[in-house]
């Protein structure tokens, strides 16, 4: 028996050296063993070189791309889709929930496509402040150094200003850009805080933007836009028209595409997929229902925003095709195909921006006064996605007199101009901030198609995730 | 690619095999003899167990069996056989002699296997501290409907819930004893043959709305002998990290020792489809003051603008010309031979299946096609089949009396194609459930000029463009593992066990040029994907037992082993968009596109367990099991798992009373640890490789995407149960299990917030952390009788019964260590206190028609409102079945030659999303409680809510899912013997017809509550979403022995 004993005590002893070799950390055996190399995922250290550094600033304008006309996904629609539908500029032919309740200006704040707009806009911020420090310590002997930081800038000033544009006040700007993976949990801002600090962010790229090349006089006129817009938010009309009065009105930054890196989404989510509706001010199909407020996109039938149904006529019978709901009669526009390059920032912008300044100064029909500045832009052959504007089909306008009727009339001419470009809610918003409007008066009311009535929403929420920022509190005002 | 992994196993394969290298061998005594019945008919795969030794074997054909180098002095014999009563002897045995010793069984009426497969290797039930479920395969195959392994799982044991997939070849979800993971896998690993199988859920790279398979029903169920269900850590923990959800333990069948059996089979059967299709609802009526034809709604016409004409009911499902709905097919044929000798045993079998789902082009399309000249391909016609074979050889040998050999090897090829269905735009049931109250809704519309076709009641387009996409997927898979098992002494047994499943797998999403629905401007210029991917699933296994009386009633057995496990994944697909005419392959696309991914994860472990048996009737099991693993957090080592079990068997004590009645007591109780590990990338931080347009040019790029965790570590779920099993009246068992099962180290996906930016597309959002606490409590009950057993007829029920209660304990804390916000979700929350994925919404609190018109509408002024509705989010219902119950009777007749069974089951204690309903009212604007003004008050509160309240609350669309169906219902006759020698040339034969799922009893306005459309994505919030129902099977068989 001692024998039979002693002999299993041996094995066991030998068995447990080994498996104990085995688990040592660092045991060759063991670590061989585990040793699971990914191909898939880039790993971070592979970032720090020269081509590193390019490949995450080109991976920047990427992320800036997705929160304009970029690449869709389902659920993925930038602000400026998702913006527009909450104002009067989409509606929504879909089946998704989530697209009827912005339609609806009743968004809660775990409404999944508002979050990953609001989640895109910040992952410009991140990925900008990740490639510039990369940039300056990899690229120094990149002659266009200057240029692509100003434009990383340019990005990120856009981002803030259509965080502001777009959300309600409580945007928090975390910092998630270390490569250790640290996250800085930011505070909640106002608006005004987030505009501001869009300014200084473009502040900074128009410093840098100082070479007189093509390609740098490009970037600097973008970010003097996106600046302006910026003095906007803020209620700076006067400095935002004179800084747009130097961007001359044929500038235009576009953003790109094409069909095997990414296609136009106003093309692909509205056009193909039939998911958004041209806006109007009635709906319903042949309900007939009144959208009060709605600027009618669709029936203006407007040289700028070529709008129409898809009709067969099938024995004599006209069969209008429907959104991808199956139900509504589906309106789309043709103002841009698959890779039709979107312009972020232009001349016509930069105009916009004067005309209202000299609005706001009583500048109405005199030199660079609202008229003429809005007659030009119509008066002119001008480029817009698929579009080039026939100034017969755009007769200039007569001045109708009174303040708020030109208000009217210049924002009106806004939304043409810039129709899905992320600009009509900030619009909306600062008629009911800046120029005393009730929002009822502005935004869609009444019955909605779909059911219900129009809510009550003046702007994006604050998404719920973002409570998992300890010092977020969500939306601090929800008043425009 | 191979020797990657080769070359460190070869290293630890030697190591490994140094360890139990014989010292020396003694010449020592054998025990041979033979187990009959008490009649005298011999007993084959009766286990014969040296009682406190690594010794044992098994019964041949003619019962007989040998304990070779059996060690001198007293020793004691235990059979064990299903269907009898165990037997114990004792002999003294003297140096080199052979020792006689034959045993007669008494039968028992109570069914139960006594010996179950372990981690440590085949153990008397009685021995374990823990419930061990065992499920004789070999008998369900014979006498039931199963297309798959899943459908064996269902409805068969306590505590284990199959929700299985409706469409052919589609999979299903596996819960044992509720959900422990908030993020994580809730699924049961499954090991065959000792190995680590592949059981990959949602396994295809294919978009069909839903309907995925699972790599589990790869298996074919004739080729197994015997499942085993170890139900949580308690038993699990020596299967290691991955563990924690139970382990589904497949043992294939053997060849015996004996005479050559051949056994064929054939069955044939249709599959048609009774499911209470909902129809569609319209109010047809016009504005008051105008003739003009309009829609409106209940609502509409309550507030007086329309005025409601009639009310259009329809649906395609109703209409033979026009549903898609038909007959299916199932045919199955195989055959099998086992045999062999002592030294040599084999079985070897090979299979045909194939069956063509409910789904077929409706009459209405095939004259369109037909006119229009578009070809009707077989995809076209019948969308929804599968075509399967599988063969394997089993061998066993016994080169020496000391070492058994074994290899395994099984190899599977089946074509399954699936109809895009459920959650998807361009799928059959947006459309079938769709559609309008009539059936002249107008035509398909299209862009590219092609002609218009009607719609015939179908939403936006009909099922012949549906039907035209091509979801096809080819599996080719192969497991097989070698075995060895070396006893160089009586007191010693040492395993060894190499093994690999692996699967190649090719996905084919194909809809031709100018073929499909028209989805969007490109879908009908078609495209193709061919995605392949190859699945690998590597196990070496080690372990030795030895064996030692420390004195007449104390034994001890020690066991040690390692076990290594090595998963791969990798996958290439290439898509080509806007084919050439013709074109079938991505090659021809002009919109190219590839991608690939990988995923890896090793485990290697390694475990002690020593277990202290008293008297062969108290068993005390401790053990300890560490492990590294390839995904934990650099900054993790190892995991170390506990375990103690206590098996008593009250009853055999002498102090015990003596009580007629009972035939046997025992106790058990076990405590054990298991986890599961974190996904294959989770701890890491990482970028990925992106091509963008810049400028004009595509470039490509580079994005941050996750930030990663080097603290990661595995989920960690401890468990203990207890409870006894009895036996009484000689006919009679019951067993009783309650469990606690805690989860602490719950990966959550922390939500990075937003404002960080983090991520790519959906990845990178948030971070798998160790955050969470999840608690579940049940039990489980089982009650088997054989109520009355005479010689013509007998009567046996086997009734079960199960509970859980499952609670959220704690989210976890941020960096301030303020408890973390609950995740909320449109239907569900984890919150503190409340189960997983439970149902949470604004409550429907009654509706009273005040104005009298039958018309339930929402009012903001309160004096008018009719649709009463809390104001604040709460939490309704379990989103999946808390309780469970089955009934099994079994009747004999003729002389117990004709056997009828049934199964019916319960699941109960939950809510069901009704989500096609849900659609249907909220965008289809057809659903009955919104259009129809007949219907009740219970189904227009619903719509309003949803539609017309501010708080659009689903409420009323989680509906009670409380269900009794009737599972299955089985006749098997047993020809006479002397009919099949002289008519079929067959030693034995019977024939089976077999129904499953033949009536459900529900309170659920839906189609099914057990249906879900994503089955085989295996969701923890399963719903119906446009889904098909569950076909109804009639299959006859023939079983015949040679």
Not at chain 2, 356 to 376: D, H, K, S, W
Not at chain 2, 711 to 727: H, N, Y
Request: aromatic share 8%; with cysteine; charged share 20%.
């Amino acid at each position: 028996m001692r024998n039979r004993y002693s002999e299993v005590g041996r094995v066991l002893a030998v068995a447990g050296i080994i498996a104990a070799a085995a688990f040592v950390p660092g045991c060759d055996v063991s670590d061989r063993l585990l040793k699971a190399t990914d191909p898939d995922p880039v790993n971070p250290n592979d970032v720090q070189s020269a081509d590193g550094a390019e490949g995450v600033r080109i991976g920047a304008m990427d992320r800036w791309k997705r929160t304009t006309g970029g690449p869709y996904g389902n659920g993925s629609e930038s602000t400026w889709m998702f913006g527009g539908l909450l104002v009067d500029e989409w509606g929504t032919g879909s089946t998704f929930v989530q697209n009827d309740q912005v339609d609806k200006r009743a968004t809660p704040a775990d409404n999944g496509t508002v979050t990953t707009a609001f989640r895109a806009l910040h992952r410009v911020r991140t990925s900008v402040n990740q490639a510039i420090p990369l940039m300056v310590k990899w690229r120094q002997n990149d002659a266009a150094l200057n240029t692509k930081i100003a434009e990383l800038l340019l990005a990120r000033a856009y981002a803030e200003m259509q965080l502001a544009s777009d959300f309600c006040n409580g945007i928090p700007l975390s910092d998630a850009s270390a490569l250790d993976g640290t996250i800085i949990e930011g505070d909640p801002m106002t608006v005004d805080q987030v505009f501001t600090k869009s300014i200084a962010t473009a502040d900074s790229g128009i410093g840098l933007a100082i070479a007189t090349d093509t390609a740098t006089v490009n970037v600097l006129n973008a970010l003097k836009v996106i600046k302006s817009r910026a003095l906007l938010g803020l209620n700076q009309v006067a400095a935002a028209g004179a800084l747009a009065a130097t961007v001359p009105t044929t500038f235009v930054y576009n953003h790109t595409f094409s069909t095997n890196a990414g296609t136009n989404s106003i093309w692909s989510i509205a056009r193909s997929n039939r998911r958004y509706l041209v806006g109007d001010s009635i709906e319903g199909n042949a309900r007939n229902i009144l959208v009060a407020n709605a600027i009618p996109f669709f029936s203006a039938q407007d040289n700028r925003l070529p709008a129409k149904y898809t009709i067969a006529i099938v024995g004599g019978k006209p069969d209008t095709t429907k959104s991808q709901d199956g139900l509504t009669l589906s309106r789309t526009t043709d103002l841009y195909d698959e890779t039709t390059s979107i312009p972020v920032a232009s001349g016509i912008d930069a105009r916009l921006i004067e005309a209202e300044a000299a609005l706001a100064a009583g500048n109405v029909n005199g030199a660079n006064g609202l008229m003429p500045i809005l007659n030009a832009l119509r008066g002119t052959a001008r480029s817009l996605g698929t579009v080039t504007t026939s100034p017969a089909a755009l007769p200039a306008l007569a001045d109708p007199g009174t303040t708020t009727l030109r208000q009217n009339l210049l924002f009106r001419e806004w939304a043409f101009w810039t129709f899905s470009r992320g600009q009509r809610l900030g619009i909306m918003r600062r008629l009911v901030r800046y120029y005393g409007r009730a929002s009822t008066s502005v935004y869609p009311e009444g019955p909605h198609y779909r059911g219900g009535v129009y809510g009550t929403d003046l702007q994006l929420p604050i998404p719920a995730d973002e409570l998992y920022n300890s010092k977020s509190k969500g939306c601090t005002d929800r008043n425009a | 690619m191979a020797a990657r992994w080769l070359k460190p196993l070869a290293v630890f394969s030697t190591i490994a095999l140094c360890v139990v290298a014989p010292r020396s061998a003694a010449a020592q005594a054998s025990i041979m003899g033979r187990v009959t019945a008490q009649d005298g008919e011999p007993l084959q795969q009766a286990r014969v167990l040296l009682v406190g030794t690594a010794l044992s074997t098994v019964t041949g054909q003619d019962g007989r069996y040998a304990l070779r180098n059996v060690p001198v002095g007293p020793q004691t014999v235990r059979v064990l056989r299903v269907g009898y009563r165990e037997q114990k002897k004792a002999a003294t045995v003297g140096t080199n002699a052979t020792v006689g010793m034959d045993f007669a069984l008494e039968r028992s009426v109570v069914q139960l296997e006594e010996i179950v497969s372990t981690a440590t290797g085949s153990r008397p039930r009685e021995e374990l501290g823990n419930s061990v479920a065992s499920i004789n395969t070999t008998k369900v195959t014979e006498q039931s409907v199963v297309a798959n392994l899943q459908d064996v799982l269902a409805a068969r044991v306590p505590g284990v819930t199959v929700q299985t997939g409706q469409q052919t070849g589609s999979g299903g979800r596996v819960r044992i004893r509720g959900n422990s993971s908030l993020n994580l896998s809730n699924e049961p690993i499954y090991i065959i043959d000792g190995i680590r199988m592949t059981s990959q859920t949602n396994s295809s790279n294919l978009f069909t709305g839903g309907s995925q398979p699972v790599r589990v029903n790869d298996l074919n169920p004739e080729e197994i002998e015997n499942i085993e269900i170890v139900k949580g850590p308690s038993a699990a923990t020596l299967y290691g990290t991955d563990a924690a959800n139970g382990v589904i333990v497949i043992t294939t069948k053997r060849g015996r020792a004996g005479a050559t059996r051949w056994t064929t089979y054939g069955e044939g059967g249709i599959l048609k489809d009774y499911s209470d299709y909902p129809y569609n609802y319209t109010i047809a009526g016009h504005s008051p003051g105008l003739a003009t034809y309009r829609e409106c709604t209940n609502s509409v016409v309550a507030a007086g603008t329309c005025v409601r004409d009639s009310v259009r009911i329809y649906s395609p499902l109703h209409d033979p010309d026009a549903t898609p709905v038909g007959t299916g097919y199932r045919n199955q044929i195989g055959v099998n031979v086992a045999g062999g000798n002592e030294a040599v045993r084999y079985f070897l079998s090979g299979e045909g299946e194939n069956e063509t789902n409910v789904l077929t082009l409706p009459g209405f399309e095939r004259r369109r096609m037909n006119t229009q000249g578009i070809p009707i391909r077989d995809y076209n016609n019948r969308p929804n089949a599968l075509e399967k074979y599988s063969t394997r050889a089993n061998i066993n040998t016994s080169p020496t009396s000391q070492l058994d050999l074994s290899i395994s090897s099984g190899l599977v090829v089946s074509n399954t194609r699936f109809v895009t269905e459920s959650n998807a735009t361009a799928g059959l049931g947006s459309q079938i459930f769709g559609g309008k109250g009539y059936k002249d809704n107008g035509n398909v519309s299209f862009s590219d000029g092609t002609p218009a076709s009607p719609l015939t009641g179908y939403r936006a387009w009909t099922p012949g463009y549906t039907f035209q996409e091509l979801n096809q997927q080819r599996v080719t898979r192969v497991i097989t593992s070698g075995s060895a098992d070396w006893r160089p002494r009586s007191w010693m047994q040492n395993r060894a066990t190499l093994g690999v499943d692996y699967t190649s797998r090719m996905d084919i999403n194909l809809n031709r040029k100018g073929e499909g629905p028209p989805l969007n401007a490109t879908y009908r210029l078609g495209f193709a994907d061919d995605s392949r991917s190859a699945i690998r699933n590597l196990t070496f296994d080690l372990g030795s037992t030895s064996t030692w009386h420390a004195n007449t009633w104390t034994a001890l057995r020690t066991t040690v082993g390692t076990q290594y496990v090595n998963y791969y994944f990798e996958a290439n697909d290439a898509f080509g968009g806007r084919l050439a005419p013709g074109a079938q392959t991505p090659n021809s696309g002009s919109v190219p596109s590839v991608g690939t991914s990988t995923t890896l994860t090793k485990t290697l472990g390694a475990f002690v367990e020593e277990q202290v048996g008293m008297h062969d009737r108290l068993f005390v099991t401790g053990a300890l099991r560490s492990d590294q693993n390839s995904a934990f957090g650099t900054k993790f080592q190892r995991v170390i798992y506990p375990k103690l079990s206590v098996s008593w068997i009250a009853s055999d004590e002498s102090y015990f009373p003596s009580l007629s009645w009972l035939d046997q007591l025992r106790l058990r109780s076990a405590y054990g640890k298991s986890g599961v590990q974190p996904g294959s990338n989770d701890a890491l931080r990482t970028f990925s490789g992106i091509t963008t347009n810049y400028k004009g040019a595509d470039t490509p790029a580079v994005g941050y995407n996750l930030i990663g965790n080097d603290l990661l570590r595995p989920e960690q779920t401890s468990e203990i149960e207890a409870g006894f099993d009895v036996r009484f009246l000689r006919r009679a068992n019951a067993e009783l299990t309650f469990y606690r099962k805690n989860t602490r180290d719950a990966l959550i996906d922390f939500t990075i917030p937003p404002s960080a930016g983090t991520g790519n597309g959906n990845q990178g959002t948030t971070v798998r952390r160790n955050l969470g606490a999840v608690r579940n409590t049940g039990f489980e009950a089982l009650v088997s009788s054989q109520v009355f057993d005479m010689p013509a007829v007998g009567l046996d029920v086997t009734v079960t019964y199960s509970a859980n209660n499952n609670k959220l304990m704690t989210m976890g804390k941020d960096v301030n260590g303020n408890p973390l916000p609950p995740v909320i979700s449109t239907t569900t929350r984890a919150q503190v206190g409340y189960p997983l994925f439970g149902f949470w919404a604004q409550p429907i609190l009654g509706w009273q028609d005040k104005d009298g018109n039958g018309i339930l509408t929402y009012n903001a002024d309160p004096a008018l409102n009719e649709v009463f509705i809390g104001k604040d989010t709460i939490y309704r219902a379990y989103s999946s079945p808390r309780y469970t119950a089955t009934l099994l009777p079994g009747l004999d007749l003729l002389d117990k030659t004709l056997r009828v069974v049934a199964l019916f089951e319960y699941k109960g204690g939950f809510k069901y999303y009704n989500q096609t309903e849900r659609i249907r009212c909220a965008s289809r604007n057809n659903c009955n409680g919104l259009m129809n003004p007949n219907a009740s008050f219970e189904e227009q509160a619903m719509a309003v809510a949803h539609l017309v309240s501010p708080s659009t609350t689903l409420d009323g669309f989680f509906q009670p899912g409380a269900f009794v169906r009737w599972r299955e219902m089985n006749v098997t006759y047993t020809i006479p013997n002397t009919f099949a020698a002289r008519y079929m040339r067959a030693n034995r034969a019977s024939v089976n017809f077999a129904a499953r799922n033949l009536h459900l009893w529900t309170k659920y306005r839906g189609l099914d509550p057990e249906i879900a459309f994503a089955a085989g994505e295996s969701p923890n919030v399963p719903n119906e979403f446009q889904t098909m129902g569950t076909p109804t099977y009639f299959v006859l068989r023939l079983n015949l022995g040679f």
